[in-house]
């Protein structure tokens, strides 16, 4: 996991180095009870979960290939915070 500021505002990345998501399953994969690897263990709910607390904080989700071709990143981009008026 990794914080760091980009355009947007602040971008916060989760990685792993599983099977990952092929690029055209993954928006799909934010739905509940989507499920792209059956013989694995889970209910389909996770990417759901983050998607909707995401929103809650005005974030944008995003999914991505993992580096080096492995596994999943997610990136969660926050708005950047309003100047303080003093």
Known sequence: MRTLGCA??????????GP??????????????ARGETSMPGTGLGLAI???IAALFEAQMSLSEGAEGRGLRVRLTFP???????
């Open 50 to 52: 983050v998607q909707e």
């Open 80 to 86: 950047a915070p309003a100047a303080e008026s003093a």
């Open 20 to 33: 990952g998501i092929p690029a055209p399953a993954r928006e799909a994969a934010i739905n509940r009870f």
């Open 8 to 17: 947007e505002g602040i971008c916060l990345e989760v990685e792993d180095n």
